[in-house]
């Protein structure tokens, strides 16, 4: 068990750039969920998977956000056209379909 | 609609002391999972505790105990004989058993500050 694992851990991008983030779940584990936290606050669900198939998204997830997972395996979030108001740490959650929900480190994004 | 509310932005404890943290939730569910994160600045998201809503038992694990008041719809969080480890950021939260799994909704979170 090596754990949930995001990537980048930081992205410093400009206003207007698309930017996407890597998650590798834990092995065996069918759900993984994407959550989004900015400085206090307490993490804001923006979508979830079980196994490749994307069975819930948050009226947060707008259209130039876009998440993906092939295979079942990992999952990218993509978010175009970003705007100062997408700087939060996106985090990403995996469960071995139950309740229990490992979370990564997350991906810090700031738009300039 | 479903939420969590935790009425304390800030605390503090000295070392080896108590300290009680408290959340509130309002869901219509009958069925549903409660817990508390820890983040501490590494941002990684540790789970404390779990108690499952049909249990009427409080949970405990090692230093930290809950009281879980069903019908007041309240969850606090005790931490006894406190240390440095301990200051994080503490989060209360909660998903539905069932249905839509994908919905943990959480407060907006506890500072905790352990001081020496």
């Known amino acids: 068990d090596t754990g949930v694992s995001q990537n980048p851990r930081h992205k410093i991008t400009k206003r207007g750039q698309n930017v996407t983030f890597r998650c590798d779940p834990i092995?065996?584990?069918?759900?993984l969920y994407w959550y989004r936290q900015t400085l206090g606050q307490g993490p804001e669900f923006l979508t979830y998977?079980?196994?490749?198939?994307?069975?819930?998204k948050s009226r947060l997830l707008s259209d130039r956000f876009s998440a993906e997972r092939p295979k079942g395996s990992f999952s990218t979030l993509e978010i175009q056209r970003t705007e100062q108001g997408d700087s939060a740490m996106y985090l990403c959650?995996?469960?071995?379909?139950?309740?229990?929900?490992?979370f990564g480190s997350g991906t810090q994004l700031s738009v300039l | 609609a479903q939420t969590v509310t935790q009425s304390q932005p800030e605390m503090s404890v000295q070392e080896a002391e108590t300290v009680t943290l408290s959340c509130t939730y309002d869901?219509?569910?009958?069925?549903?999972?409660l817990f508390w994160y820890k983040q501490p600045p590494s941002r990684q998201m540790i789970l404390v505790i779990r108690q499952e809503a049909y249990k009427q038992q409080n949970a405990t694990e090692n230093r930290f105990s809950v009281n879980f008041q069903k019908a007041a719809k309240s969850f606090s969080l005790k931490i006894s004989d406190s240390q440095l480890g301990d200051t994080a950021m503490y989060f209360c939260a909660f998903i539905n058993y069932g249905g839509s799994q994908g919905n943990l909704i959480f407060g907006k979170g506890t500072k905790l500050s352990v001081k020496p």
């Open positions: 998977f079980q196994n490749e198939a994307q069975l819930e």
């Open positions: 959650a995996s469960s071995p379909q139950s309740e229990k929900l490992f």
């Open positions: 869901t219509s569910e009958s069925n549903y999972y």
């Open positions: 092995s065996e584990h069918n759900r």
